[in-house]
């Protein structure tokens, strides 16, 4: 017999398996010995009130009184048995183009592969290993390498982020499929029960290299250092691709999962007069606090137990019908430069599986409105993108023409003062002291003071002089849409040709990425069966 049941256990009732099975034993009443199995389903912190607890979701495998030789099989044991045979040998299938190895593009990949068919994926960037070199040398050189780098490359941005595997996107997709296959290919089963599921950069460069492989045994290709420079289209049906060597690589269905910064495909569309469309996003800082203060205060105690993760949060504001909220939160993580070529500011969070770093940063983001892009209009629906290029480049100014971030105490932000001195931070590039109000588009850095004013009383001790805000943050999702129809997933215009994931503006993370490459590559599969 299976039973369910949701409760809370304190931190050390977590240690191992066996203290909590006497623990839910305890609590739920049923006999330790006639619980066969424990699968721990789900966990989350409650930290509303002391102690502080998990609330944790349990299924339990009891043996009946009168079926005392009942063998029971874990679902994750019967997912185990199956896992590997549902990838086919596509050595000789048909060929499907996926332009782009990020979450949008490998998830696709291995779909296409368990339905027959046959990815061959084209990356303008460099195998994960050798984007980390490139990664390590834009740190010390403070100079971009526009075809490898935080954005660009095997695994694209997800990589080299905090690897958050949550999503709101629930009826997008199934999340417990992408989590099985990031389990397939490396990943903790902890993933499954996490509420905040994480992997880290360090556990993702490995499992991304995993499903690397899984593509390639069954017949899949990478051609990586490969840029797409234009498409082959007759009769608005694709063709096939052109890289920027001349090369054609034909086939007669393209997935374009480019990803948020791939600006080239947007303005290659809009000299193509393709249907484009501007998007809403959010642009604004990174702040950075001691991760030690934000344990302090979400766990409301300088004790807190050391068996308790590094605290996160989330936060939101509405200011004047503008939203001004915390975006890719990461604990016991660093900033890292995330522009795609010279001449920009931008930067991102990331942390490894441990989240060890004594930092924790955030994006603290305002959402912009096409409304904000008037003085762009004439650039039509690249108008928003066009907002994003120039407030990256006013910062890259300010910054002295360097990927020397500007920073600013928040303390000094909201006094509107450039600060003396900054505190330290985890961006290994420098730090120059800065005013952001004056770099930052007015509206923006107005609905940010009323936002930390309204977190300052959310969250007490969280506006306080020991954070920087860090600039500038404007890669939360892409500005542009990509349309394409609803039913069959493809461009509006030109059959066979299906934009996905970010880059499209269909996506806003690693999960959601993924079930959107998922989805794609079940629509071309029905096409080509049916």
């Known amino acids: 017999m299976i039973k369910e049941f ?45 102690p502080i607890s998990y609330r944790i979701k349990v299924e339990l495998s009891i043996i009946e009184e009168n079926n005392p030789s009942e063998d029971i099989t874990s679902e994750d044991e019967k997912t185990q048995n199956t896992v590997i045979e549902k990838y086919k ?33 084209i990356e303008r960037g460099k195998p994960v290993s050798e984007r980390k070199k490139d990664t390590a040398q834009i740190i010390r050189q403070k100079e971009i390498n526009p075809e490898s780098n935080w954005c660009f490359g095997e695994g694209g941005a997800g990589t080299f982020s905090d690897g958050k ?49 899984t593509i390639e045994d069954c017949g899949g290709e990478y051609h990586f250092e490969t840029k797409v420079v234009d498409f082959i289209v007759n009769d608005n049906e694709i063709k096939g691709v052109i890289t920027q060597k001349g090369d054609k690589i034909e086939a007669d269905s393209v997935i374009l999962a480019t990803g948020h910064s791939a600006r080239d495909i947007y303005y290659l569309f809009h000299d193509k007069n393709w249907a484009l469309e501007a998007k809403p996003f959010a642009m604004g800082v990174r702040i950075e606090h001691p991760q030690e203060l934000i344990n302090q205060i979400q766990y409301h105690s300088r004790d807190y137990s050391s068996l308790l993760p590094p605290a996160n949060y989330s936060l939101a504001y509405n200011y004047k019908e503008r939203g001004v909220f915390s975006f890719c939160m990461c604990p016991g993580g660093m900033i890292i430069p995330a522009a795609t070529d010279n001449g920009q500011m931008v930067v991102n969070g990331m942390s490894n599986s441990l989240r060890n770093s004594p930092f924790a940063n955030s994006g603290m983001v305002v959402s912009v409105k096409e409304e904000d892009a008037k003085e762009y209009y004439q650039y039509g629906a690249l108008s928003m993108m066009k907002l994003q290029e120039q407030t990256e480049k006013k910062m890259f100014e300010a910054a002295g023409n360097s990927i020397v971030a500007p920073a600013q105490r928040l303390t000094d932000f909201m006094k509107n003062k450039t600060s003396f001195a900054l505190s330290q931070s985890s961006y290994l590039c420098g730090l120059i002291p800065s005013n952001m109000n004056k770099i930052l588009p007015e509206f923006i850095s107005s609905t940010l003071r009323e936002g930390f004013m309204d977190f300052g009383r959310k969250m007490k001790g969280f506006l ?4 920087n805000l860090i600039g500038l943050e404007s890669r939360t999702s892409s500005p542009v849409r990509i349309p394409r129809d609803k039913d069959t997933l493809q461009h509006i215009q030109i059959s066979g040709l299906y934009p996905c994931g970010e880059g499209a503006g269909y996506a806003g993370g690693i999960t959601s990425s993924a079930i959107d490459g998922i989805n794609i590559a079940e629509k071309i599969a029905e096409k080509k069966i049916n």
Do not use: C, M
């Open 6 to 50: 949701e409760l809370n256990v304190l931190p050390e009732e977590l240690v191992n398996a066996e203290i909590l099975k006497k623990t839910v034993s305890k609590r739920t009443g049923i006999r330790i010995d006639t619980i066969q199995n424990l699968n721990l389903l789900k966990k989350s912190i409650d930290a509303r009130k002391k």
């Open 89 to 121: 040998d596509v050595h000789n299938a048909k060929p499907i183009i996926v332009v782009g190895a990020g979450p949008a593009g490998l998830f696709a990949s291995l779909k296409l592969i368990e339905k027959g068919l046959k990815p061959i994926i």
């Open 165 to 213: 595997l949550y999503t709101r996107s629930n009826k997008r997709g199934n999340i417990n499929e992408v989590l099985d296959i990031f389990v397939e290919h490396g990943a903790d089963q902890e993933i499954r029960i996490n509420a905040h599921a994480h992997i880290g950069t360090d556990g993702l460069s490995s499992i991304i290299k995993n499903i690397r492989k």
């Open 464 to 467: 306080t002089a020991e954070a």
